[in-house]
């Protein structure tokens, strides 16, 4: 089949050699005739000298016609180039009638022609005309008086010149037919060298184009078409691996996309959702469909198309959805024809927001848990300095709630900077191989006289040893006494502790179990905080600040290990100490 870079270098072939042929024809043509012309011209020069057209004018005088004319002319015939295409003739000077002539049978339709008209003027007619149906040349010969007797002249009708011409015609036509076989053969040998390569590299684009990278050109030649082919190679290669490059581009930020914890959504320019991470239901508490609309998921926020056209920005707006707090930044995105969709994206303030609340309630408690005391001491001052007769008894009393008042706020103080001290893990602590349960004896001990005054059995069921453990033992110290302590303030009269101790997964425990008051389970999640307190009264009457347990917990957290708090209402606690046990678990006796 032609294909078509193989038609066009037939045409082109075909085209050269037609021009080719047709310039040399013509020039070869052309040539010929013009040789054949100056042939013509120089054969007559050679007979009709000077000479032999005195000789004839000299004859001419005696002669009544052109027979004597015709037969000295004869004797020249050969050099002439007289035959049956060429012919002499003698005309009659005056009339131009024929006389006489190689061939009579022509002489009745003799023409005259404008050399014959010329000779008979009294001038040679030599002009040949190059596209004419003949060439001739006509001489005058005068009489004595110089007036034109006769004109001789030749005629060759050109019919030699044209066969001669159609002859050579003929073979370059059969030549360029030829040529023409030769070109189209050619053609398509040298479309062949050119459209294989080029047709492989078509095969491989449509193959790239089908994202199949895999296979590359061959490379046969180094002329342009293999540079070509080597050029397309390195681009395919490159395209490999811009497009790799991007799929990894795309894969990560579709990653990014899917995992990040703030809702990204996008809505066309009516609204509708086009797409969506998994995060937004997360945070939206919605099921999200491809029907999903803006006004859908946002009915209150009315964002103004004029707003974000402005140099693009975002504009940011609080949502409150699914118990969370949301900061939503809604941006505009430019679309396919001139469109405007709208971004959004959802982040959760909820912490901050509970951060700021907790961070508030906090200053608030502190203000609250001074005032207090403050208030206290401020009242019992005023009243000692205001009262002249006020017995000493009264005054001791007085100043004796003064001094306790002023303890607590030292203590709620003492406790609060403890506790920076720990948020700011400025706290220094002497890490270093300590044992869980000579801790808790100590506390124990510490502890066995307090709880006796208030009527309390302090049980102790520690085991014989435990796995080893590090950390500063002081401050631990002080957990398991915090944890005590809380086990007797909050107890029954008559009621017991019992103190335990174990090992489990890796970590150590002691627990403190007491037959109390306990916690309501709603005030579980939050005895960990700061200043909080079920029973304000109980507490505050027996010394406490409420940071008692934020406290430990902080120690325990800064150990690596944590509390755990567990209670029945009305029966009773049970408070664990969790540390992770030391790497090769040494015991300690
Ligand atoms: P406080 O100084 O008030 O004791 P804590 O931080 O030590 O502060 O304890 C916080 C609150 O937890 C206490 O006010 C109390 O209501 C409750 N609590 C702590 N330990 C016990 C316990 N063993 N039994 C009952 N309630 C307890």
Redesign the pocket.
């Given at each position: 089949m032609f294909r078509s870079l193989h038609r066009k270098l037939v045409l082109v072939l075909v085209l050269l050699i037609v021009s080719v042929m047709t310039v040399v024809g013509t020039f070869l043509i052309n040539s010929v005739t013009s040789y054949h012309i100056q042939e013509f011209r120089s054969q007559m020069y050679s007979v009709f000298t000077g000479e032999f057209i005195l000789t004839l004018e000299g004859n001419a005088a005696h002669l009544d016609n052109g027979a004597e004319l015709r037969d000295m002319i004869e004797a020249y015939s050969a050099p002439l180039g007289i035959d049956a295409y060429r012919r002499f003739y003698v005309l009659d000077g005056h009339t131009g009638a024929y006389l006489a002539g190689s061939d009579d049978s022509y002489g009745s339709d003799m023409e005259l022609t404008p050399n014959i008209l010329t000779a008979m003027n009294g001038t040679v007619g030599q002009e040949v005309e190059l596209l004419g149906n003949y060439f001739d040349v006509a001489i005058p010969i005068r009489d004595t008086d110089g007036s034109v007797r006769f004109v001789v002249g030749v005629l060759d009708d050109k019919t030699e010149l044209k066969e001669l011409n159609w002859n050579l015609f003929t073979i370059l036509i059969r030549a360029m037919l030829f040529g023409l076989v030769v070109a189209i053969f050619l053609s398509f040998l040298l479309s062949k060298t050119i459209t294989d390569p080029v047709e492989r590299l078509t095969e491989q684009a449509s193959r790239i184009a089908g994202g199949d990278f895999s296979q590359s050109a061959e490379i046969e030649s180094n002329d342009e078409i293999g540079v070509l082919g080597q050029t397309f190679n390195d681009m395919s290669r490159q395209l490999e691996t811009t497009l790799l490059q991007e799929e990894e581009e795309r894969n990560k930020l579709d990653t990014l996309f899917r995992h990040m914890a703030d809702g990204m959504l996008a809505f066309d320019s009516a609204g509708r959702l086009m797409q969506s991470n998994p995060a937004v239901e997360a945070l939206l508490g919605k099921r999200l469909t491809a029907e999903s609309t803006y006004q859908e998921l946002f009915p209150d926020v009315q964002v103004q198309q004029e707003d974000l056209a402005q140099d693009g920005r975002s504009i940011e707006v609080d949502f409150a959805a699914n118990q969370r707090f949301l900061k939503i930044y809604f941006a505009p995105i430019r679309l396919e024809a001139d469109k405007q969709g709208l971004m959004a994206v959802l982040h959760d303030v909820t912490e901050q927001q509970k951060l700021d609340d907790s961070r508030r309630e906090f200053v608030a408690n502190v203000s609250h848990e001074l005032r207090t005391p403050l208030t206290n001491v401020r009242g019992y001052a005023e009243t000692l300095m205001s009262a002249d007769d006020i017995d000493r008894e009264t005054q001791v009393r007085f100043l004796s709630v003064i001094s306790s008042e002023a303890d607590r706020m030292t203590r709620i103080v003492k406790d609060l900077l403890t506790l920076t001290r720990l948020d700011y893990n400025r706290m220094e602590m002497k890490m270093e191989p300590m044992d869980l349960l000579a801790i808790g004896k100590k506390a124990v001990q510490a502890m066995e006289m307090e709880a006796k005054n208030r009527g309390l059995t302090l049980i102790t069921r520690l085991p014989d040893a435990l796995p080893g453990t590090v950390g500063d033992a002081e401050r631990i110290q002080q957990v398991v006494v915090?944890?005590l302590?809380?086990?007797i303030?909050?107890?029954k009269p008559d009621g017991s502790i019992t103190v335990t101790g174990g090992s489990k997964g890796g970590r150590v425990f002691l627990r403190?179990e007491?037959t109390?008051?306990?916690?309501p389970k709603e005030?579980l999640p939050r005895?960990?905080e700061r200043f909080?307190?079920?029973?304000?009264a109980?507490?505050?009457e027996?010394?406490?600040?409420?940071?008692?347990?934020?406290?430990?917990r902080q120690i325990a957290e800064t150990h690596g290990g944590s509390i755990t708090?567990d209670?029945k209402y009305g029966k009773?606690?049970v408070?664990t100490l969790w540390l992770p046990a030391a790497e090769g678990g040494a015991r300690h006796d």
């Open positions: 915090n944890i302590t809380n086990a303030k909050y107890n403190v007491d109390g008051i306990g916690v005030d005895l960990f909080y307190r079920v029973d304000k109980r507490s505050r027996s010394g406490g600040t409420g940071l008692g347990l934020a406290i430990a708090f209670s009773g606690s408070v």
